[in-house]
């Protein structure tokens, strides 16, 4: 929902996502709606007759995610399945597999995803042969995946595989003039699920939602309006209504004092002053001082003497 124009560029390469077979990674913000992007992008494609089977790489233990992505054959390890089992690639074969937090899978599983992404095959745990599938992969991740990747947290050529098409999704604070339609499709969706009829939010209420900065995106701004639809006994959500954390941080701006603009000079004075204390004067404490403070020796002999600085 919302038709801001960051939005608008991400719906757009979305839907451009969805007519191609290529690798999808979409980055975003925990709560930024990073699985609803994937399901809108596997529903609009070739694929949307096949299944769509989601799984969080970060939500099962790492000794389960092995057979849980590539299943298992029978008697790959004590209390295995009688005739093994079929693994997520197994059961998205035809259509799209989600991966969800695939910066929390681990090294010694990121050399087998490769190979699926790199050739079409998986391995079952305890299996000899390599199956063959047809799976669309769209991976995603609320970290930063390029840095993790060039600092050995997780492999450069798995990620150059699954970046193909990158998707990254803006988050809240990155598109307030959503505010007011997200709320207004909110309401009307809690309204139905606790069978109430909140028509409207008050204006104050409204402008704490606006300026609030939103750590948890879309996800807490839902259930922020779920608790207020909980808590409001009339036809409008006031201010009362919201919960404590808003209230209390438009609180706490109300009350933050305004203490002037220090000028620019007043601040370059103080850093001279801070570096040639820290320093000292010497010729060649002056040169470390001017290194520290991003300027030349001679510029900081001149601001010294334009500020009439004691050395």
């Not at 970290?143 to 990747?149: N, P």
Request: proline share 3%; aromatic share 8%; with cysteine.
């Amino acid at each position: 929902m919302g038709e801001s124009q960051c939005l608008k560029q991400v719906k757009a390469e979305a839907e451009k996502a969805s007519n191609s077979t290529s690798t999808v990674l979409i980055q975003g913000e925990s709560g930024t709606g990073k699985e609803l992007f994937a399901r809108a992008i596997h529903f609009h494609s070739d694929r949307f007759c096949g299944p769509f089977i989601p799984i969080n790489c970060a939500a099962i233990p790492e000794q389960l995610l092995e057979s849980e992505l590539f299943g298992y054959e029978e008697g790959a390890f004590t209390g295995a399945r009688r005739g093994g089992k079929a693994g997520k690639f197994e059961l998205a074969n035809k259509g799209t597999i989600f991966l969800d937090e695939i910066g929390d899978l681990p090294l010694h599983l990121q050399a087998k995803l490769l190979r699926v992404v790199q050739e079409n095959v998986i391995e079952k745990v305890g299996g000899k042969d390599y199956i063959p599938i047809d799976v669309r992969i769209i991976a995603a991740t609320h970290k930063d995946l390029e840095k993790k990747a060039f600092e050995g947290e997780f492999r450069q050529d798995l990620f150059y595989r699954l970046n193909v098409i990158p998707v990254n999704i803006p988050s809240l604070r990155e598109r307030k003039e959503d505010i007011v339609i997200l709320v207004q499709y909110l309401l009307n969706k809690c309204n139905k699920k606790l069978g109430k009829n909140i028509k409207e939010i008050s204006p104050c209420a409204l402008d704490i939602l606006k300026n609030y900065q939103w750590p948890g995106n879309v996800r807490e701004l839902e259930n922020t309006i779920e608790y207020a639809v909980n808590m409001c006994r009339s036809s409008e959500i006031q201010v009362i209504d919201l919960p404590n954390r808003l209230k209390n941080v438009c609180k706490s701006l109300n009350e933050t004092k305004f203490e002037g603009i220090t000028a620019i000079k007043d601040l370059e004075r103080r850093e001279i002053e801070k570096a040639i204390k820290y320093f000292g004067s010497s010729k060649q404490a002056i040169t470390k001082a001017a290194e520290s403070l991003g300027i030349g020796r001679a510029t900081l002999y001149r601001k010294i003497k334009e500020y009439e600085i004691n050395q």
